[in-house]
């Protein structure tokens, strides 16, 4: 049983910047790939981009790619989503989740029912 615990949401302005964690805990990781994904009100999750544990392999949702980027400190047992140039659109709850079979071609994108484990979710805003 993997357990992911976020970090790290509040409110900032737009274009600032923002850095969510998330904490994992568990037997082992080896194979999964760590994603993020986000629910804006009324509106479907959204994958935000997700890396591989192993390789440190990464891919990113269309709508953050360039702006986005995931992490990982297998030391620390720690995936990061540091987030720059905020828009208001990004506004949304963020979740991290685990996938047990992560090895993901470039460009793919997983969808939500590829994940096995998930927080609770962290609530970020963004103001204008």
């Known amino acids: 049983q993997v357990q992911l615990v976020e970090s790290g949401g509040g409110m900032v302005q737009a274009g600032k910047s923002l850095t969510l964690s998330c904490a994992v805990s568990g037997p082992s990781f080896s194979g999964y790939s760590m994603g993020w994904f986000r629910q804006a009100p009324q509106k479907e999750r959204e994958f935000v981009g997700a890396v591989n544990w192993d390789s440190g392999n990464t891919v990113y949702g269309d709508s953050v790619k360039g702006r986005f980027t995931v992490s990982r400190e297998t030391a620390a047992n720690t995936v990061y989503l540091q987030m720059n140039y905020l828009k208001t659109e990004d506004t949304a709850i963020y979740y991290c989740?685990?996938?047990?079979?992560?090895?993901?071609?470039?460009?793919?994108?997983?969808?939500?029912?590829?994940?096995?484990?998930w927080g609770q979710g962290t609530q970020v805003t963004v103001s204008s």
């Open positions: 989740a685990a996938d047990k079979f992560g090895y993901y071609g470039s460009g793919y994108r997983p969808s939500e029912q590829e994940f096995d484990f």
